[in-house]
């Protein structure tokens, strides 16, 4: 069953960036272990270009899945690359991170997808690291000819994900399912799990209730999945074990108590954030 359905509102972040933000701050606990998801696109680039300068983070991860476009990573352990269409850059902050992000110009619509993962209390001062994975090392299966599954993370029918070496237990999918055909998951019980729309639209189980382009659906904890469409749908599902700990939260630092936080901010002040 639906526990909540969320449309995302459009905010500013970084130097000037215009998106939308199906959930963040203000629902601090109930995604957990997620903490915030982010959609970007816009076929004008005055509403990216100006990107993320550098910034700090630590004690969780960011996953950034790229649909089109391209941008444009470096960070304080040396790395530097770009992202383009499909793939995927995911960044263990832990002990602390500074990086920024910068979106290049596009011709076309440039979309994509940033989530927040938070990390364990054991992990949030871990080691932090970089990988960009591209498209074409990511795993599509094929239900059938009107069904198919892209696996960022997690396990599908045997299938491995792209990304395995993580702190805590999730699941990444984009799910594509065209001419009102059925897809069906098993998950763990106690996972979180939610299902994002951004494109077409769905309906969960044998619900009357139709999410829609740019709306959310946090479902009910059970063991298994159930998602049809009247025509053609594009989602985000996501899931993972929640923490069950304390957030300490302040813009892109999240720790277990407030001490941590201000530690960390005090770190960054005085340049002995980088461990």
């Given at each position: 069953?639906?526990?909540?359905?969320?449309?995302?509102?459009?905010?500013?972040?970084?130097?000037?960036?215009?998106?939308?933000?199906?959930?963040?701050?203000?629902e601090?606990?109930?995604f957990?272990p997620?903490?915030?998801?982010?959609?970007?696109?816009?076929?004008n680039?005055?509403?990216?270009?100006?990107?993320?300068p550098?910034?700090?983070?630590?004690?969780?991860?960011?996953?950034?899945?790229?649909?089109?476009?391209?941008?444009?990573?470096?960070?304080?352990?040396?790395n530097k690359?770009?992202?383009?269409?499909?793939?995927?850059?995911?960044?263990t902050?832990?002990?602390?991170?500074?990086?920024?992000?910068?979106?290049?110009?596009?011709?076309?619509?440039?979309?994509?997808?940033?989530?927040?993962?938070?990390?364990?209390?054991?992990?949030?001062?871990?080691?932090?690291?970089?990988?960009?994975?591209?498209?074409?090392?990511?795993?599509?299966?094929?239900?059938?000819?009107?069904?198919?599954v892209?696996?960022?993370?997690?396990?599908?029918?045997?299938?491995?994900?792209a990304?395995?070496?993580?702190?805590?237990?999730?699941?990444?999918?984009?799910v594509?399912?065209?001419?009102?055909?059925?897809f069906?998951?098993?998950?763990?019980?106690?996972?979180?799990?939610?299902?994002?729309?951004?494109?077409?639209?769905?309906?969960?189980?044998?619900?009357?209730?139709?999410?829609e382009?740019?709306?959310?659906?946090?479902?009910?904890?059970?063991?298994?999945?159930?998602?049809?469409?009247?025509k053609?749908?594009?989602?985000?599902?996501?899931?993972?074990?929640?923490?069950?700990e304390?957030?300490?939260?302040?813009?892109?630092i999240?720790?277990?108590?407030?001490e941590?936080?201000?530690?960390?901010?005090?770190?960054?002040?005085?340049?002995?954030?980088?461990?």
């Amino acid at each position: 069953m639906i526990k909540k359905i969320l449309t995302a509102e459009p905010v500013i972040e970084g130097a000037g960036v215009r998106l939308k933000r199906v959930f963040g701050f203000y629902e601090k606990g109930e995604f957990d272990p997620f903490l915030l998801l982010d959609h970007f696109g816009s076929s004008n680039p005055n509403d990216y270009l100006q990107g993320f300068p550098w910034h700090p983070h630590r004690g969780m991860e960011t996953v950034t899945y790229l649909l089109e476009g391209s941008v444009e990573h470096g960070d304080s352990l040396g790395n530097k690359g770009v992202i383009n269409n499909g793939d995927v850059q995911w960044m263990t902050a832990g002990s602390g991170i500074i990086h920024q992000e910068m979106p290049k110009k596009y011709d076309g619509n440039m979309q994509g997808f940033q989530l927040w993962v938070n990390l364990p209390g054991k992990l949030k001062m871990t080691e932090p690291k970089y990988r960009d994975v591209l498209a074409e090392q990511i795993p599509v299966i094929q239900i059938n000819e009107n069904v198919k599954v892209k696996l960022i993370s997690g396990k599908y029918l045997n299938n491995e994900g792209a990304v395995t070496d993580l702190g805590i237990d999730i699941f990444y999918f984009d799910v594509n399912i065209d001419n009102a055909e059925v897809f069906e998951y098993e998950i763990i019980p106690e996972y979180t799990v939610f299902a994002y729309v951004y494109e077409g639209e769905a309906i969960f189980f044998d619900s009357k209730s139709v999410i829609e382009k740019n709306q959310m659906a946090l479902l009910e904890k059970g063991n298994q999945i159930k998602v049809t469409t009247n025509k053609s749908v594009k989602f985000l599902l996501v899931g993972g074990k929640p923490l069950n700990e304390p957030i300490a939260w302040q813009g892109p630092i999240v720790m277990n108590t407030q001490e941590e936080l201000q530690q960390a901010f005090e770190e960054y002040r005085n340049g002995t954030f980088i461990k």
